[in-house]
């Protein structure tokens, strides 16, 4: 007799075929079929706005940032559940504070939840177990006390509540697609949020705050003597003066010419998040000389000497045309 594993995922012929499409493709880190995916997540809970993230620990991890829990707060989550529920809240510095689950459902007991509610309390953090919990009595309770609901709906995908799916309403609400889930993606989670500025939120908690995508970021001769070099990427120095352009403006062009470049890297210590902490320009002058003025160009093992020469050729005519 065949072994019966407890949990199987299900992928199938089409899973397969579009696997290996998006492999060709070669946009395999966030991408348009990241995207795509996020607008059917989005339509199926009702048009409400959805960000995919890693796993649905980082979208529950991003949902406690959001909402600025941390030291001096508590959230009030089940005593059964995954140990991710948890331990998420701990990662913030906030206090776990446990409740009882029904033995028919496995959630969290509503009033239990109520009264364990003190001035510290910041959110509830129920996980769909059993059965889809309804996110009308968990918003009365949230009004109440004004707080916040992360529901963790890593199971719940297909869940439904008087005929509307988990996600459909409720606060946040966070996925996952680990193999074990009714929807995989291997790994992989989702956070439903309330409106654009907080999906925009989520954008910038999920890519080191950077807020331009991937196709706009920006990237400059390495030093010939580099006995060792990995060759993962190739950045220059812009002529920027004497080319009379700015990064902009050849990146653009460069774009024009069909050729991404990307920027590696701002200077970490001029963001805004550094600057709160008193830094400013002129401190770490080789880094923002770079910062402002580095390029990557296209670099990859399957790039062709005929590709090498058209990026060069490419950047000739746009950096002399400027300067012209
Ligand atoms: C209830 C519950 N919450 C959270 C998670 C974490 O999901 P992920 O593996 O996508 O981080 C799981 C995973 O099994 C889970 O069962």
Redesign the pocket.
């Known amino acids: 007799m065949d072994f019966l594993p407890f949990a199987r995922p299900t992928i199938d012929e089409a899973m397969i075929a579009a696997m290996a499409d998006t492999m060709r493709g070669r946009w395999i880190a966030s991408g348009p079929q990241v995207q795509a995916f996020e607008r059917a997540l989005s339509e199926y809970v009702g048009g409400r706005p959805v960000r995919t993230l890693t796993?649905?620990?980082?979208a529950?991890q991003v949902a406690l940032e959001m909402i600025g829990a941390g030291p001096g707060d508590e959230v009030i989550t089940p005593a059964q559940?995954?140990f991710?529920?948890a331990n998420v809240i701990e990662r913030t510095g906030a206090k776990t504070v446990f409740v009882d689950v029904a033995l028919s459902t496995r959630n969290m007991e509503l009033a239990q939840a109520e009264a364990a509610i003190t001035p510290a309390t910041r959110a509830l953090l129920p996980?769909h177990?059993n059965a889809p919990i309804d996110p009308a009595p968990l918003a009365a309770i949230a009004k109440r006390h004004g707080l916040r609901v992360i529901e963790?709906a890593?199971?719940a995908i297909g869940s439904r509540v008087d005929a509307k799916p988990v996600g459909a309403a409720g606060d946040l609400v966070s996925f996952?697609?680990?193999p074990?889930?009714n929807l995989t993606t291997i790994?992989?989670?989702a956070l439903v949020v309330n409106d654009d500025r907080e999906a925009k939120r989520v954008e910038e908690l999920r890519f080191h705050g950077i807020r331009r995508n991937a196709d706009g970021t920006p990237e400059a001769l390495p030093p010939r003597a580099n006995p060792g070099h990995s060759w993962n990427m190739f950045t220059v120095l812009l002529p920027l003066d004497a080319a009379r352009t700015t990064r902009k403006q050849f990146m653009d062009a460069m774009h024009k010419e069909g050729i991404g470049i990307g920027i590696s890297y701002e200077a970490i210590h001029l963001t805004s998040y550094f600057r709160g902490k008193g830094f400013r320009e002129g401190q770490f002058p080789v880094s923002e000389r770079i910062a402002r003025e580095t390029v990557t160009l296209p670099l990859y093992p399957e790039m062709r000497d005929t590709d090498v020469e058209r990026v060069v050729a490419s950047m000739k005519r746009v950096l002399r045309r400027k300067a012209a």
């Open positions: 796993s649905a620990t980082a529950m559940s995954f991710a529920t996980t177990y963790d890593a199971l996952s697609f680990h074990n889930k790994e992989g989670g």
